[in-house]
Nanobody, 123 residues
Framework: QVLLVESGGGLVQAGGSLRLSCVVS????????MGWFRQAPGKEREFVAA????????YYADSVKGRFTISRDNAKNTVYLQMNSLKAEDTAAYYC????????????????WGQGTQVAVSS
């Protein structure tokens, strides 16, 4: 069983920064594509960012390009999402997920999900 636990969410003013972390309990962390998704109230869960298992390929949603950065530390079984220049529209619950597929943009291809961490950006 693969467990994912997110942390780092909170309340921040517009223009501020947050760093989300996700620790994954598995011996095979290095073989998973890791992704971040978010879900605002009343909206579908949407893709934010993903990184291939070797870290050589990254994907970002257009809405966060240039502001968010995904990274991973395979030695610590952890994936991060650095969020800068936050906007009110970034307010959502953020979820990390693990996929055995190389393309991390498809929500349906993720096998495991965390419980989410809330991010609120005040304008």
């Amino acid at each position: 069983q693969v467990l994912l636990v997110e942390s780092g969410g909170g309340l921040v003013q517009a223009g501020g920064s947050l760093r989300l972390s996700c620790v994954v309990s598995t011996r095979t962390f290095g073989y998973y594509t890791m992704g971040w998704f978010r879900q605002a109230p009343g909206k579908e869960r949407e893709f934010v960012a993903a990184m291939s298992w070797k870290g050589g390929t990254t994907y970002y949603a257009d809405s966060v390009k240039g502001r968010f950065t995904i990274s991973r530390d395979n030695a610590k079984n952890t994936v991060y999402l650095q969020m800068n220049s936050l906007k009110a529209e970034d307010t959502a619950a953020y979820y990390c997920a693990a996929s055995s597929f190389s393309d991390g943009r498809d929500r349906e291809r993720y096998n495991y999900w965390g419980q989410g961490t809330q991010v609120a950006v005040s304008s």
